[in-house]
């Protein structure tokens, strides 16, 4: 440690392969990997993963369509770049908010025990008596075919996580001696937070966060395959697989592609999550 | 012991009203979220194209409470719920409890098998790997079992049938009827399964084994065979069976796509088309079944961890 | 005397190419009726001895020597052949008897298992034999207790029961007494000399000189995997040869010098000793930062103190004993605000800041924020404070505290000097009342010594009251001026 540090300053992923073992740093390679092709393909300027070409029916891998063409002869390529677009992205967006709301309310509750405390925990036993995904696919009932309610629904069942996770671990170390020695010393809740909960709090969040995005993208993926998920035309990767299915026969190759791409993102968050959540 | 058990029935019971009032309220939203002219789409799915008229329509409105004003629909849905009825099936004009006695035993049997193989097939790989952690048996069965939980339920299912029916043509890919029918579904429910319980496993293994307790009872000149019977096994199941609760929401998500994938006429297969056909009754009795089942599991690992922790039953 | 044990340049050195030496050779006989005892601080390779003559070393240690019981090299067998002895002809006491009972089965069924399967009685046999053991210890209720319904010391009896049932001749116990109070520990050290009779052999490993007075016999010092000197135990104990016995010996708190202020009459001392004084006005006396009437706690329905009367003026060292779980921590942290007492009243100083009444812990490591360097800490508390920091270096050497140790986190230090560093912390804010929770109860005994010397020389020198809190209590009686038992 002491060695590196004297040669001079570490790039950032130098530090960060320093910090992360093995595994840790092959999930977070893999999903590096993966936004650079759900969000290069399109900069590169391929095909319209809507433009239907019925004279190009299951093409294989060629030159015009590096990835072949689908039932309606689409372009693999840019509907399985969509496809991994739309996952990655949805699944970012509802664990950011999940860990926000999770966090706030978690440190909150776990601070000062009181009605606040018992209220919220309450709201996460409603949130928990259901398997998540049976409340996502309720929702996705309501207002099918939309983004923002499957968005809704995944945060809405991830947030219980962090929030019980924080909440616990907040309320042990609020009656712990390190932090009753820095309240005696007159440091105060920005301190207190700072220097005591946030690092405690930060790796057990970030592979909460995670298995969170997994989950996420589990989800999507399993209500677009039981068709109660996103609607076509979209490329997502279930409804893609439930379309390419019956094709299987003639064109493997089509098939493999959203199952490759759901199995590299899924292991890429479990590798990067590193230990089971407790 | 009497104590712990009631307070325990008692959380449960309170989680079990907690199902009922949350399906119910989903479901009412539901009822308001349909669109004008669905009660003409759901009058039609039920007597024919032809025969639909206003009548008709108005008799599916009154059915729904869609006449009412919002908060007098919605007491009148949760004291339906609360006395048990659960109206008709819009679709087949079936009752909802007749419909879902007919299909909660093909779920039942689909799941049940499922455990059953996870365990077979998980359990044992759990335990030789955690006696010898680190060692080639560990390393294949963590990869494995990574791999597995990679990928959800409904692929495993695909590639099964891809390799079963499709290349091999050993079994149906779907339908139901027969055992055969019965095995690729509950396969590809259990390997998953069986991934994470044979981690939960070996880690249970490892740490007892690693334990000043077991060093101890060896010390105290018992063998290692009784060692790991008196103080092994026991000690282990504590927390595989605690994960048990754990998994329930991975058997329960998997029935409802696995059902879907193999056309198996269960709950989940029932669910999901419901929410296509928005056929609401239907929605609701079935959400509301597959959540009280997983009250009810989650009651019964509760009670085996009571029985199994004599530590529990003091606190 | 018969020998039982004959051990011959026992070595122990870590696996691999450059094998560091953990135990340096070591040899020494177990007689019949004669108890040995190894005194050495922790890491000083003495738990590492135990299991190397139990042949139970991890993998990644190397053993070398013998170890002769009769006739027989243990060392030479091969590892299924030793694990037969165990319980059978060599029985080890565990270090932690929490955690070496199976936390869900009842006591009685360990002991009992043993005699079924080890000592190869009938169910039924085994269970009266389980009754007798458990009897003979003062245990009668606990046949179907789970090892965390009793006590450190009842679980240490337990795992002793439960250790002897296949009636090995010779016994080896690795720090028996380890975190019991004072009474608790004599009953395990009679239980101990009760075990050896006059044919069996027993093996201690402690760092506690009272321990070994105790069992008397034959004594050897250990440091850092040497052996220093050996002997008879009356010989070692009162006059050891070599230096580091003698620091042992003179770390014992029953001979430490009286604290230079204390009144040295036994009768003055007496006379200072506070139980429940006179009932004090409501004001508080002249000089003082810190005064407390009728103060009263009760804690699960048991009263803790009651009436209880204090005064504190800056300077002033007071101490507090009491067997655990007489609520001596408790009465430092209702003096601190910390916790509510049921009754009473208590005063401070208003002009005093509240970040001048601080609070020294008991387990160091858990005191500080782990994940900073020393350095960042208290550089946050200079900053709070607008202190300067020209004020850190002298105190460093004052505490003897090496100025490398700012950049290392509290993990990466010993308990000695975390403990340095909290008092170091505390200084920094000119504190006027300082309450310390059994701050040197996790330490070894020489370091024990050094910094409760440290602790109370500052306190004066800074003009500060001290509240020390201690379960030893010859430790507050030679260290304090005033004492408060509960």
New interface residues.
């Given amino acids: 440690m002491k060695t590196l540090t004297r040669q001079g300053p570490m790039t950032p992923l130098l530090a960060l392969r320093r910090r992360l073992p093995a595994s840790r740093m092959l999930g977070l390679c893999l999903l590096v990997g993966l936004m650079l092709f759900g969000w290069g393909v399109p900069l590169l300027g391929g095909a319209d993963p809507y433009a239907q070409d019925l004279m190009h029916t299951l093409e294989a891998p060629g030159a015009l369509h590096p990835l072949g063409t689908d039932h309606l002869g689409r372009s693999l390529l840019a509907r399985t770049a969509e496809a991994v677009r739309l996952s990655l992205g949805l699944a970012f967006l509802s664990v950011a908010s999940a860990v926000t709301i999770g966090l706030v309310l978690g440190v909150a509750a776990g601070w000062r025990r009181g009605w606040g405390d018992r209220l919220l925990g309450a709201l996460a036993d409603c949130v928990l008596a259901l398997p998540g995904l049976l409340l996502v696919l309720m929702l996705a009932a309501i207002a099918p075919g939309s983004f923002w309610t499957l968005y809704l629904g995944i945060s809405l069942v991830l947030w219980v996580e962090v929030f019980r996770l924080v909440r616990s671990v907040t309320q042990g170390l609020m009656a712990s001696p390190q932090v009753q020695a820095s309240r005696l010393l007159g440091f105060g809740r920005v301190y207190l937070f700072r220097r005591h909960l946030w690092p405690a709090l930060r790796p057990q969040v970030m592979t909460l966060a995670a298995f969170g995005a997994a989950t996420a993208i589990l989800a999507v993926s399993s209500l677009g395959f039981v068709s109660i998920g996103l609607r076509p035309p979209t490329a997502e990767l279930g409804l893609m697989m439930t379309e390419l299915f019956p094709y299987y026969q003639e064109a493997p190759w089509a098939l493999a592609q959203p199952v490759l791409a759901l199995f590299l993102m899924v292991l890429g968050f479990i590798l990067l999550a590193g230990e089971e959540p407790k | 012991m009497g104590r712990a058990i009631l307070s325990l029935l008692g959380q449960r019971l309170v989680q079990a009203g907690l199902v009922a009032w949350v399906v119910g309220s989903l479901t009412y939203l539901l009822t308001r979220a349909l669109p004008g002219d669905m009660s003409f789409r759901i009058a039609a799915g039920r007597y024919g194209y032809e025969q639909v008229n206003a009548e008709a329509a108005a008799a599916v409105q009154q059915e729904l409470g869609l006449d009412q004003s919002p908060l007098a629909a919605y007491l009148q849905w949760l004291m339906d719920l609360a006395s048990f009825d659960l109206g008709r099936s819009l679709v087949s004009g079936e009752t909802v409890v007749q419909e879902l006695s007919h299909q909660l035993g093909h779920s039942l049997s689909l799941a049940l098998t499922a455990v059953v193989m996870a365990l077979v097939l998980g359990l044992p790989l759990g335990l030789a790997s955690g006696l010898r952690p680190g060692r080639w048996l560990d390393r294949v069965s963590l990869a494995l079992a990574l791999g597995l939980r990679s990928l959800p339920p409904f692929v495993v299912g695909i590639a099964l049938v891809v390799l079963f029916s499709l290349t091999l043509h050993w079994l149906p890919a779907a339908g139901h009827g027969s055992l055969s029918h019965l095995w690729l579904p509950s396969l590809a429910l259990g390997l998953g399964l069986a991934a994470v319980s044979s981690r939960v496993a070996r880690n249970a293994m490892a740490d007892v084994a690693g334990s000043d307790y077991y060093a101890f009872s060896r010390l105290k000149g018992l063998t290692g065979w009784q060692t790991l019977r008196r103080h092994g096994l026991r000690n282990l199941s504590v927390p595989v069976v605690a994960f048990l609760g754990v998994q329930l929401v991975y058997l329960i998500e998997g029935v409802v796509v696995i059902e879907s994938l193999f056309a198996w006429p269960g709950i989940g297969h029932a669910l999901v088309h419901a929410v296509v056909a928005r056929d609401v009754p239907m929605i609701q009795g079935t959400a509301l079944v597959l959540g009280l089942g997983f009250v009810l599991l989650n009651t019964l690992v509760d009670i085996a961890t009571l029985l199994l922790d004599p530590r529990r039953r003091l606190a | 005397m018969s020998t039982m044990m004959t051990v011959k340049e026992l070595c122990v050195t870590t696996a691999g190419d450059a094998p560091e030496v953990l135990l340096e050779p070591i040899s020494f006989a177990l007689k019949a009726g004669e108890p040995l005892t190894l005194i050495g601080q922790t890491g000083s390779g003495k738990s590492l001895l135990a299991q190397a003559l139990?042949g139970?070393l991890p993998g990644s240690l190397e053993v070398s020597g013998e170890v002769w019981v009769d006739q027989q090299d243990v060392l030479s067998l091969p590892l299924s052949e030793r694990?037969r002895w165990?319980?059978?002809r060599l029985?080890?006491l565990?270090q932690?008897p929490w955690?070496?009972?199976?936390?869900?089965?009842?006591i009685g069924e360990q002991i009992g298992?043993?005699h079924r399967?080890?000592g190869g009685l009938t169910t039924v046999e085994a269970e009266q034999a389980t009754r007798r053991d458990l009897a003979h210890l003062g245990l009668e209720d606990s046949y179907a207790r789970?090892p965390?319904?009793m006590s450190g010391g009842m679980a240490q009896r337990a795992?002793f029961a439960?250790?002897r049932?296949?009636n090995a001749p010779i016994v080896i116990a690795d720090e028996p007494t380890k975190g019991l109070d004072r009474g608790r520990r004599d009953e395990v050290v009679a239980l101990l000399r009760e075990a050896l009779g006059s044919h069996g052999a027993l093996l201690t490993i402690t760092h506690d000189f009272e321990v070994a007075r105790q069992l008397g016999g034959k004594v050897m010092i250990l440091r850092k995997g040497r052996c220093l000197e050996q002997g008879d135990a009356d010989s070692v104990l009162s006059q050891p040869t070599s230096g580091y016995g003698r620091e042992l010996m003179e770390a014992q708190p029953e001979r430490w010098p009286e604290a230079t202020a204390a009144p040295t009459d036994p009768q003055r001392k007496q006379a200072a000793i506070e139980r429940s004084a006179p009932t004090l006005s409501c004001t508080p006396p002249p000089g003082a930062v810190l005064s407390a009437s009728a103060l009263g706690k009760s804690r699960g329905g048991r009263v803790l103190f009651k009436d209880l009367n204090l005064a504190f003026r800056r300077g002033d060292i007071v101490g507090v004993s009491g067997p655990s779980g007489s609520g001596k921590s408790s009465l430092g942290d209702v003096l601190?605000g910390?916790v509510a007492p049921d009754e009473g009243e208590l005063w401070r100083d208003p002009s005093v800041?509240?970040?001048r009444?601080?609070?020294l812990?008991q387990?160091p490591p858990?005191?500080?924020?782990?994940?900073?360097t020393m350095g960042t800490?208290i550089d946050?508390?200079c900053r709070?404070?607008r202190l300067d920091s020209a004020r850190i270096a002298p105190m460093l050497e004052r505490l003897g505290l090496a100025p490398a140790l700012l950049d290392r986190r509290p993990g990466e230090m010993s308990g000695g000097e975390l403990q340095r560093f909290?008092i170091l912390?505390a200084l920094l804010?000119d504190p006027v009342f300082l309450f310390a929770d059994e701050p040197t109860s996790r330490l070894d005994p020489v370091t024990q010594r050094e910094t409760v010397a440290l602790l109370v020389e500052l306190a004066k020198e800074r003009d500060c009251a001290l509240l020390l809190v201690s379960h030893d209590e010859a430790l507050v009686t030679k260290s304090c001026d005033r004492i408060v038992s509960l």
Avoid at chain 3, 99 to 106: F, G, Q, R
Avoid at chain 3, 366 to 372: D, L
């Fill in positions: 139990m139970n694990r165990w319980g059978r029985a080890m565990p932690e955690s070496a009972l199976d936390p869900i089965m009842a298992e043993g399967l080890v789970l965390m319904q795992a439960a250790a049932t296949g601190l910390l800041q509240p970040s009444f601080l609070k812990y387990d858990a005191a500080f924020a782990p994940y900073w800490l946050d508390v709070l404070h909290s912390r804010l």
